[in-house]
């Protein structure tokens, strides 16, 4: 059980501090959600005999720790983040395993054992070590947040006091591997686009920097006045020469301070507004949040999960802080008596059908599976809006570096018409 001090802002807007005890990272920031309140900053702590905050500094996501007392330790299989094929493979493996009666210390200890990547196999041994003393597979797993989500770790705690673990987990299967396509989908995506804006932006600075001056140097003994786009383009030139490296300062400074301000939680608000109301990417960003939404409350309440916990699920991993913030207010109305589609009506983040597909599984008392439905219907919707994004993309992409290279060819071949044309 670990320490966390945190800095929250509560009900009233009133900024709050103090220390939580919880299993894991992901544990303390629901702890502090059903508490009502709206986590600014978290992290681990040690504490003293008194119960006050220890001192210490962590570096590197927590691979490198020096405690009060100046004691140097590394930590890897603790803060390792387990990669989308891994966690699947191996929830596939155990699922199979407990079908078939295995033990989970066995299952976990075999797992273990045939890990290609011995970190993980690392955090498998620690979860069974932590089997065998006593804790629950949930509870094990949740002594490693970086691996093993909210979501999955409430799914186990679910599929564990239900008795139904090996269902339970394939559903977490299912879950989770349609989580990881839509990751490599927006992944794939967005690679033709970034590959394309690196190679135009190399080679306009290439062209600047070492074709330019040359065209630059002959027009220059030929002691002509040059047009107004050329010299503009000359230049350009120059200052790319004279000044690349401040160039390169500012704007390793500029990402720095954005870096910086996105890791503020008005930071954090800003720029995931932003993605929801960008003209290409905010409905694809929408739609995935809905899919999301759709199939992780799906999930759990399939797998037996009350509703204001979902709920609690479902904001802590929506992975968007303006998301978060409406599951969390849709869960304060329902805990007032309303029903989920009533909140959910007010914002444009839901679509009107979504909203009437879950009115009607409340009022048939199927929430659950049309939930699932929805969720399904989101899959193709996402793969549609990803293949119109690109379809915007590339056009505009195409236009962008043909007016650039074609104001470059210009500038250059203006001057040379006109000193062709002076010496017929």
Not at 100 to 116: C, R, Y
Not at 241 to 262: C, D, E, N, T, Y
Not at 339 to 365: C, H, N, R, W, Y
Request: one cysteine or more; charged letters at 20%; a positive charge.
């Amino acid at each position: 059980m670990g320490s966390f001090a945190y800095k929250a802002k509560d009900s009233s807007g009133k900024t709050v501090a103090g220390t939580v005890k919880a299993p894991s990272h992901a544990m303390a920031t629901t702890a502090l959600q059903r508490q009502r309140l709206r986590v600014i900053s978290l992290k681990e702590v040690s504490v003293n005999a008194d119960g006050s905050a220890g001192g210490g500094i962590s570096l590197f996501g927590g691979r490198f720790k020096i405690d009060a007392q100046g004691n140097v330790s590394f930590s890897g299989s603790d803060n390792y983040r387990a990669l989308d094929k891994e966690l699947i493979v191996m929830t596939k493996q155990l699922s199979v395993m407990l079908l078939s009666g295995l033990p989970v210390n066995q299952s976990l200890s075999i797992l273990a054992s045939q890990q290609e990547n011995p970190k993980f196999g690392k955090v498998l041994d620690g979860v069974r070590k932590a089997i065998e003393d006593g804790n629950g597979l949930s509870t094990s797993m949740a002594r490693y947040p970086k691996c093993f989500d909210t979501l999955y770790i409430s799914m186990i705690k679910a599929g564990e006091e239900s008795g139904r673990l090996p269902d339970i987990m394939g559903k977490l299967l299912t879950y989770i591997e349609k989580s990881a396509k839509i990751k490599s989908q927006i992944k794939s995506a967005m690679m033709y686009p970034t590959v394309v804006i690196v190679v135009a932006l190399a080679v306009m600075f290439g062209l600047l920097g070492f074709v330019v001056p040359v065209f630059a140097s002959q027009f220059k003994s030929a002691g002509k006045p040059l047009p107004g786009i050329t010299q503009f383009v000359v230049d350009l030139s120059d200052f790319v020469k004279a000044s690349w490296w401040k160039m390169g300062l500012v704007g390793v400074a500029i990402g720095f301070v954005v870096m910086k301000f996105r890791e503020t939680p008005k930071g954090q608000y800003f720029f995931d507004s932003l993605s929801l109301r960008a003209p290409a990417l905010g409905n694809v960003m929408r739609k995935i949040a809905v899919g999301r939404f759709c199939s992780t409350m799906g999930s759990m309440l399939t797998s037996g999960v009350n509703l204001l916990q979902a709920l609690t699920i479902c904001a802590s991993s929506a992975g968007n802080v303006v998301i978060e913030r409406f599951v969390l207010y849709c869960k304060s109305e329902i805990e007032t008596g309303k029903q989920l589609s009533q909140p959910l009506s007010t914002s444009d983040i839901f679509p009107k059908m979504v909203v009437s597909m879950i009115q009607v599984g409340e009022q048939a008392g199927k929430m659950d599976t049309m939930l699932e439905k929805v969720a399904v219907f989101y899959e193709d919707e996402v793969d549609e809006a990803l293949k119109g994004m690109l379809g915007l993309i590339e056009p505009l992409m195409i236009v962008g570096i043909g007016l650039m290279v074609g104001v470059l060819v210009i500038a250059m071949y203006l001057p040379m018409m006109d000193l062709g044309s002076t010496t017929e």
